[in-house]
């Protein structure tokens, strides 16, 4: 599974690195590139 794709399944960090296969400090790195402002975590 893709690991924005799983992030966006889950909303969670945690979660959707399990669903991925790699590291919850992996999947902060990938939606971080991705959201504005470079900060991924909870609301």
Do not use: K, Q
């Given at each position: 599974m893709?690991?924005?794709e799983a ?5 969670s960090?945690r ?18 590139g ?10």
């Amino acid at each position: 599974m893709n690991i924005l794709e799983a992030f966006d399944l889950t909303g969670s960090l945690r979660d959707a690195a399990g669903l991925a296969g790699c590291s919850h400090h992996t999947m902060a790195g990938y939606v971080a590139g991705r959201v504005p402002g470079g900060r991924a975590g909870r609301a």
